[in-house]
């Protein structure tokens, strides 16, 4: 039995302490690995736990813009981009109170009575076949947004949707126009449990009516009859919802009269396509904007800040997991096979000279890749797993030359005369000597595992629901101008490796005059 | 005789690694194989299936054509019992015992019975009857022998099929940018340490020491992104691929040549020197410090000797030793990050070559890749062993 003296541990755990506290970098390090911690804690209370394991096809990813910067890029860019915005409607009405609205100034009605029996007719007529909505939306930014999201609620019946689009007064040839665009775009909505997301971003629909009544009136003829001709005007080049925030003009459709600020009205007719809607469902229109949060999105408009913070959560998961183990592993192969010396020895150096000269890089990759085949999933610990059984050997040296010297030391001698046994030795004697040393190669053995596992996601090799650095930078290398998606996972690597290093170089400083010198 | 034994010990200790490696990598690329080519199979029988089916053949007269290998091929066992019971149908069709089946029912089961002989051809064929460990075996005997067969999709960027030369040409790439990248490292890596060590403490020494801890934690295919987002997309003084096909105007003109080859590679060996030039000056700089202390040293010192020459006559010489091997660990270290940069430079290295094979999910291209990874890294590690027992006296004087 061997009994821990907790005074002591105390007391060499405040004397370590004070020396530790001297080293400014060591200092940095655990500031930094206190940050991490708390990034990796926090998004379990924040955000909902699918954005982690269905990080892919999470379906809150469909409200965000794609490829958008950060939002604070508009501090410093000249040109603003628009920010994300869910508008509701300012106003719900019956359609039936729309109608009477229209009959009466169509017929010139001013008598109060007979408006009122027009009401009365027009709701026992109509009441629950359809609602009209009203929203406005200030428009104050230079870089619009190229989607708009009408979002549906849950309906129970199918419904014919009808948007109506009325843009802002905007100065034409000297004078002020203002275009309004009815039906802009006509759906219908099955019933569906959950929201219905209705992308206008790629709707032809869109488009034509925009053609007809807004570009074809105020484009340069000759500008409009090229676009038409290279087939420049249909929503798969450019986003009908851009060109409607484009001020008209010649070149407005790539632009160049810069957009029209003011507030676009927006009014969507709900109809019930057979029988009645008691309640209006509830809808929304969504800009997504054109930058996004505190990190900007992917280009599946995947919340990078998110992602950032989720993946922290793994990095430290494989940095600390393999540390421990490897650590571990290396220290008790590196002590018995010390303390057995003879054959036992021989054997067990042989064994891991052998697993240390095999080149980790090509066998991680064909495990990952054989793992991926055969049943059909990667996850981190599979990484995790096949990198520990390949990396402990290097540690396992040193360690046993380390203990090699301490076993000759003359305190090891008296404990075996007076009749200590070989497990209260490597106990009592050995292993607290080399507790230090563990220590700083726990620390120092982080980055590796963080680095290779971004190095596999970036070959492919990742376990492919949940987000890690490694695979953001690997899916942004083919979007090198979206700055922000690149910089950031690979900074977070870079911060982590450098807590650790930090604080393995602060511990290595401390330890190592007593015990690498042995 | 000390460095003869030195020797015959390493190349031992060598060659054991590398049919250890090979060992293990056979073993897992044998229970792919078996993945894939049971995929193929699969699709070949589907395939024959498909086609008589569209010819309207009755399948028991085919099933009359092969009728001798039915008995010849019951001897594997996976097969033994389907094979031998559709004989026995065959000889009661035969000798008409089935009158009371339907022309559709015995249809159905010749179909079944010639559908499991070809796919038992098929097996056979792709020496799927054999033991395992036969098969592991061979995968060892072909990786020996370089014998890779060809690829199974098209790689333009090695101009060839066959996996071998593939390889070989890959490699080639691989070493070519990497060794380039650490020759600049390993002499930035000897004179900062130097310079570092002659003066501890100073900003140059705690400057580059702390760029060596920060380097040390940085993805070296983030930085490359980095470089060429700002060499190509900022100030366009970078082609943005480290490869392109040569313009017939400068071929032969080896002037012209070398500059374009510089002006592609200058920003990925510029990754490869950012990411490792610290580390390397950082335990040059160690080791030299620990030299430094020893009592030779302060003799040199003592007697006159002009600090150049102690710093570079005796110190170097004596550093040089476990200068070569941090030297090693630092190659090894940083060419698992350089092969994967390729991917990013679009050089068609070694890493490249993993990244498509990976995508394509080419088995035989991975199997050549690896292999060949491992004996270039069992073959390094042995010549570096063979300076580090020149360089080291005490190995040459040892018996």
């Known amino acids: 039995m061997i009994r821990i003296d907790w005074n002591e541990v105390k007391k060499k755990t405040r004397e370590f302490w004070s020396e530790y506290r001297r080293f400014k970098i060591g200092l940095i390090g655990l500031g930094l690995l206190v940050i991490l911690v708390f990034m990796a804690i926090i998004p379990s209370f924040i955000f909902p736990p699918a954005t982690y394991y269905n990080w892919n096809n999470y379906p809150g990813w469909e409200y965000n813009p794609r490829l958008a910067p950060p939002e604070w890029v508009n501090l410093f860019s000249a040109k603003k981009y628009t920010p994300p915005k869910t508008i509701e409607p300012i106003k719900v009405e019956g359609l039936w109170q729309y109608y009477a609205e229209v009959y009466i100034k169509l017929n010139n009605i001013t008598d109060e009575n007979l408006k009122k029996q027009v009401y009365e007719v027009f709701k026992q007529q109509m009441a629950g076949k359809g609602y009209v909505y009203y929203y406005e939306y200030d428009f104050k930014w230079d870089i619009p947004s190229n989607d708009l999201i009408i979002i549906v609620g849950n309906v129970s019946t199918t419904i014919k949707l009808t948007l109506g689009i009325q843009r802002p007064p905007s100065p034409y040839n000297g004078k002020l126009v203002s275009v309004s665009l009815y039906p802009a775009f006509t759906t219908t909505v099955t019933p569906t449990i959950g929201n219905v997301l209705i992308h206008l971003a790629n709707s032809n629909q869109l488009m034509q009516v925009l053609v007809k009544d807004y570009i074809s009136k105020y484009e340069n003829p000759e500008i409009f009859k090229n676009a038409t001709e290279n087939n420049i005007l249909s929503a798969n080049v450019l986003s009908p919802v851009t060109l409607l925030f484009y001020a008209p003009g010649p070149g407005m459709i790539y632009g160049e009269q810069g957009v029209t600020k003011g507030v676009y009205k927006f009014n969507i007719t709900v109809e019930a396509a057979n029988g009645t809607l008691e309640n209006p469902p509830v809808i929304k229109i969504r800009i997504p904007g054109s930058c996004y949060g505190l990190l900007g999105t992917d280009f599946r408009g995947r919340d990078i800040f998110v992602g950032i913070l989720w993946g922290s959560r793994v990095a430290l998961m494989i940095g600390i997991t393999y540390a421990i183990s490897v650590v571990l592993i290396g220290l008790i192969y590196g002590v018995v096979s010390a303390y057995a010396g003879g054959l036992v020895d021989e054997v067990m150096q042989r064994i891991n000279e052998v697993l240390y000269s095999i080149p980790l890089l090509p066998f991680l990759i064909l495990f990952a890749y054989t793992i991926r085949q055969l049943y059909g999933t990667l996850s981190v610990w599979h990484i995790i797993g096949v990198l520990i059984i390949f990396a402990w050997t290097g540690l396992a040296i040193v360690v046993r030359s380390m203990a090699l010297q301490i076993k000759e030391q003359p305190f090891v001698e008296a404990a075996r005369a007076i009749g200590a046994g070989g497990r209260r030795i490597v106990f009592k004697h050995i292993l607290p000597q080399l507790m230090p040393y563990a220590f700083a190669s726990m620390a120092l053995a982080v980055p590796g595992a963080i680095l290779i596992e971004a190095g596999l996601s970036f070959l492919g090799l990742s376990d492919p629901n949940i987000p890690t650095w490694g695979k953001m930078i690997y899916e942004a290398q083919n979007s090198l101008s979206s700055w922000w998606w690149v910089l950031s996972p690979g900074l977070m690597i870079a911060i982590t490796g450098m807590a650790f290093v930090f604080i393995g170089n602060a511990l290595d400083t401390i330890l190592n005059p007593r015990l690498r010198r042995l | ?399």
Not at chain 2, 9 to 22: G, M, P, Y
Not at chain 2, 288 to 313: L, N
Not at chain 2, 331 to 336: L, P, R
Request: aromatic content about 12%; hydrophobic content about 50%; proline content about 4%.
């Open chain 2, 1 to 399: 005789m000390g460095y003869g034994r030195y020797l015959a010990f390493r190349a031992l200790n060598s060659l054991i690694v590398l049919l250890v490696a090979l060992l293990i990598a056979s073993l897992a690329f044998n229970a792919l194989a078996e993945k894939t080519i049971e995929a193929i199979i699969n699709d070949k029988v589907n395939q024959v299936r498909q086609q008589l089916a569209q010819r309207h053949v009755e399948f028991i007269n085919v099933l009359k054509g092969v009728k001798p290998r039915l008995l010849e091929w019951n001897i594997t066992a996976k097969y033994k019992d389907k094979l031998w019971n559709c004989y026995l149908f065959l000889e009661d069709y035969e000798n008409g015992k089935l009158g009371n089946m339907s022309k559709d029912d015995i249809n159905g089961v010749a179909e079944q019975c010639y559908l499991s002989y070809i796919k038992m051809r098929e097996e056979i064929s792709w020496g799927l009857n054999l033991p395992g460990y036969v098969r592991i075996m061979l995968y060892v005997w072909k990786s020996l022998t370089l014998d890779f067969g060809e690829a199974r999709m098209k790689y333009p960027q090695f101009g060839t099929n066959e996996i071998r030369t593939m390889v070989l040409i890959a490699m080639g790439r691989t070493a070519l940018l990497f060794t380039t990248a650490y020759m600049i490292n390993v002499a930035i890596a000897i004179l900062l340490g130097l310079q570092m060590a002659r003066k501890v403490g100073s900003p140059l020494d705690r400057g580059v020491s702390i760029v060596a801890m920060i380097s040390a934690s940085l993805p070296m295919f983030w930085v490359g992104m980095l470089l060429i987002y700002v060499f190509t997309y900022q100030l366009h003084i970078y082609p943005g691929v480290a490869m392109e096909p040569m313009p017939a105007s400068i071929k032969g003109n080896i002037l012209e040549e070398l500059k374009w080859w510089l002006w592609h590679l200058y920003v990925p060996i510029l990754t490869i020197v950012l990411v490792g030039f610290g580390g390397g000056a950082y335990s040059t700089r160690n080791l030299v410090i620990s030299i430094m202390q020893e009592d030779f040293v302060t003799t040199a010192r003592a007697k006159g000797v002009p600090e150049r020459k102690v710093i570079y006559g005796h110190v170097l010489k004596a550093a040089s030793p476990p200068i070569v091997t941090s030297i090693s660990l630092g190659f090894i270290g940083t060419f698992f990050g350089a092969i994967i940069s390729e991917v990013v430079f679009q050089w068609p290295g070694m890493g490249s070559l993993y990244y498509l094979a990976l995508s394509n999910a080419d088995v035989p291209v991975l199997m050549a890749n690896t292999f060949m990874f491992v004996f270039l890294f069992v073959l390094v590690k042995f010549l570096l062993e063979i300076v580090y027992g020149v360089l080291d006296p005490r190995i040459k004087a040892s018996r």
